[in-house]
């Protein structure tokens, strides 16, 4: 088990912009294409793939929720 402090990711309380959810499945479709050909090996590319996704994605769900009235 490691016990070196980090800081999160993500942290939940922080105020975000919140696209619609048209612009927020168009960027999540076009980060998933641009990503898709990042190398498995370089562990950059793999970490800067990873973080882009992960921004596309909350993107999408904060997008979806607001549109839900969530």
């Given at each position: 088990m ?16 919140t ?15 641009e ?36």
């Amino acid at each position: 088990m490691n016990s070196t402090p980090f800081d999160p990711l993500h942290t939940p309380e922080a105020p975000g912009w919140t696209p619609s959810l048209d612009v927020a499945l168009e960027a999540a479709r076009e980060t998933l294409a641009e990503q898709q050909a990042a190398n498995i090996y370089d562990d950059r590319a793999m970490l800067g793939a990873a973080v882009r996704l992960e921004i596309a994605l909350r993107h999408l769900l904060d997008a979806y929720d607001a549109e839900a009235g969530r």
